[in-house]
Nanobody, 125 residues
Framework: HVQLVESGGGSVQTGGSLRLSCAASGYTYSSYCMGWFRQAPGKEHEGIATIHTSIPDTYYADAVEGRFTISQDKEKNTVYLQMNDLKPEDSGMYSC???????????????????WGQGTQVTVS
């Protein structure tokens, strides 16, 4: 089975930074898509960023491009999300997700992500 564990959330002031981590286990870390999603109260899931586990392919939502950076440490099977210049609208529950199948590219399509972590809360005020 695939297990994803997020960490690094918290409360910060506007303009601050946080770095989220997602430790993955239970599958071969190769040719999969990994992504970060967030959900604010009363709102739908919003795709934030994705990364391919084997090639340097990333995608960012327009709302975060230039402020957020997704990266990975393949030896640790860990994906990171560096969040800078945080804004109140960035607040929400951030979840890490992994695709159930292997893909050549990783467009941010929520249907592709079948394995989810428990989420970590980010609050910006």
């Amino acid at each position: 089975h695939v297990q994803l564990v997020e960490s690094g959330g918290g409360s910060v002031q506007t303009g601050g930074s946080l770095r989220l981590s997602c430790a993955a286990s239970g599958y071969t870390y190769s040719s999969y898509c990994m992504g970060w999603f967030r959900q604010a109260p009363g709102k739908e899931h919003e795709g934030i960023a994705t990364i391919h586990t084997s090639i340097p392919d990333t995608y960012y939502a327009d709302a975060v491009e230039g402020r957020f950076t997704i990266s990975q440490d393949k030896e640790k099977n860990t994906v990171y999300l560096q969040m800078n210049d945080l804004k109140p609208e960035d607040s929400g529950m951030y979840s890490c997700a992994a695709s159930s199948d292997r893909y050549a590219v990783c467009p941010l399509l929520i249907s592709r992500y079948k394995f989810w972590g428990q989420g970590t809360q980010v609050t910006v005020s």
